[in-house]
């Protein structure tokens, strides 16, 4: 008889909460200013368990896709839940907005930004091109670091960074075997390999390696190639991640992880008792609704 896989459970802290992804289902759970803790659940699209899921790098698009929507949806509901009034509440349409012009910021920021800046570096300083491109993508790198960290000292980020600290104790905790408790939960590692901080950086790291070979270019073409291969790095690094993830106990695995592990430090913090309620409440959600189907 063969090992049965453990589901890669996954999540992402929004406002007040947190909210957890399983097989078949996620769930949001959110901390109203009054100390009640909602949760919602909804099944996930039909997508994730069809055919095309299972097909390499095709898959990471339509999952991280579904994943950046279904994460846009939740920190909507959870600023709704935090709402005084109706008046304060977002709609879809904002919602749909917000993605739009939060996406094509990052492209510009970490994708444009950095190919232009080299791009000055070659045509007036004299670099050679392949140290044009190493250059875009350090410089891309102190972009992301640089952003990381800066968000990071905002008040209301720093909550939200402990929740995203407390989405991946519970589940590096249940990964480990613990008992779901508040009090074991605190004793798990707050950083996680299947993060999404992971992702970005090896989706930077990739970048150097995949621009260097398309050699020297025009200003418009480089900025046209960096936009057009975004999906391509995108989806070269779920499957790196994903990889990564199935093979921690491996010793050539574990040095690979450890940049990935060391940048959450930026993106997470040690969340207290009550983030830990919030983020078990998401997660025993998910338990319970996937236990159910499968007994049913």
Avoid at 44 to 60: E, N, T
Avoid at 173 to 191: H, I, M, P, Q
Avoid at 263 to 270: D, I, P, S, V
């Amino acid at each position: 008889m063969t090992e049965q896989k453990m589901p890669m459970y996954g999540g992402q802290a929004v406002i007040e909460g947190v909210m957890m992804r399983g097989a078949n289902v996620s769930a949001i759970a959110v901390r109203k200013p009054d100390g009640e803790i909602i949760v919602e659940t909804q099944p996930l699209a039909g997508i994730y368990r069809s055919k095309l899921a299972r097909i390499p790098l095709l898959r990471g698009l339509i999952i991280l896709w579904d994943a950046l929507v279904l994460g846009t949806q939740a920190l909507t509901y959870s600023a709704n839940m935090q709402a005084e009034n109706e008046d304060e509440k977002i709609d879809g349409g904002s919602m749909v907005l917000t993605l739009l012009v939060s996406l094509s910021l990052a492209i510009g920021l970490f994708f444009l930004l950095p190919a232009g800046l080299a791009y000055l570096g070659e045509t007036f300083l004299g670099w050679s091109p392949w140290w044009c491109n190493v250059a875009e993508g350090v410089i891309r790198l102190m972009l992301l670091i640089g952003y990381m960290w800066g968000i990071g000292q905002m008040e209301d980020i720093r909550r939200v960074f402990g929740y995203h600290g407390a989405e991946h104790k519970t589940i590096n905790a249940f990964e480990a075997g613990y008992n779901l408790t508040v009090e074991d939960v605190l004793k798990a590692s707050r950083e996680h390999p299947r993060c999404g901080t992971a992702f970005l950086l090896t989706i930077v790291v990739l970048s150097i390696l995949v621009f260097s070979l398309l050699g020297p270019m025009a200003l418009l073409p480089r900025l046209f190639s960096r936009l057009l291969l975004v999906p391509v790095l995108a989806s070269i690094s779920y499957e790196y991640i994903r990889l990564t993830a199935r093979h921690l106990d491996s010793p050539w695995i574990q040095p690979l992880v450890k940049p990935n592990l060391w940048l959450q430090k930026l993106t997470t913090r040690e969340p207290d008792g009550e983030m830990i309620e919030v983020a078990l409440a998401s997660f025993n959600a998910i338990l319970e609704q996937e236990h159910a189907a499968s007994s049913a």
